[in-house]
């Protein structure tokens, strides 16, 4: 059974990122357009209805991308390594030896809170591990036995 059955990713990641991806093309856009928008809004009432039918399908969008997104993520810990793969237009497989662990980190951005997950980061030898292995989206729980579970295992490395 792999890692990923026993510790599943939260369906609350997939809207988390959903909600936090749609804010940032929003962020992204600045205020320019939405006084673009204010000022067509204004003058054509009629717009507005469309204006939130495609708000409404860039969250649809959204949504389905991070749906499939996650139902392709994969990670597992095997005897000897780490394994992350990850990617739904580009992919991108992560595996990590356990003797190149240093530590384990589980983070929560405020979304992440809201919702009641975690994400855990591994920080590797080469320094580049945090930038590139992160189990995403799980329960608080889950991240914790989780962290534990890659700790154990890094320790067992470590006495061999």
Do not use: C
Not at 17 to 40: C, E, H, R, Y
Not at 104 to 113: A, G, K, S
Not at 125 to 136: C, E, F, K, P
């Amino acid at each position: 059974m792999a890692t990923i059955d026993k510790y599943p990713i939260e369906r609350a990641k997939i809207v988390k990122n959903t909600i936090a991806t749609f804010i940032s093309l929003l962020s992204t856009l600045g205020i320019g357009v939405i006084i673009f928008w204010t000022i067509i809004i204004s003058l054509l009432k009629e717009l507005f209805s469309l204006v939130l039918i495609l708000m409404g399908a860039i969250m649809l969008i959204l949504y389905f991308y991070y749906y499939f997104y996650y139902k392709k993520y994969y990670y597992d810990l095997t005897k000897e390594y780490l394994i992350i793969k990850e990617g739904l237009i580009s992919y991108k497989e992560t595996t990590i030896p356990y003797y190149r662990i240093q530590d384990v980190y589980i983070i929560q951005d405020p979304l992440d809170q809201f919702f009641g997950i975690s994400d855990i980061y591994i920080s590797t030898a080469s320094g580049q591990g945090y930038l590139n292995a992160h189990i995403d989206g799980l329960s608080q729980e889950n991240a914790q036995t989780l962290k534990s579970e890659i700790l154990k295992r890094l320790k067992i490395k470590n006495k061999k």
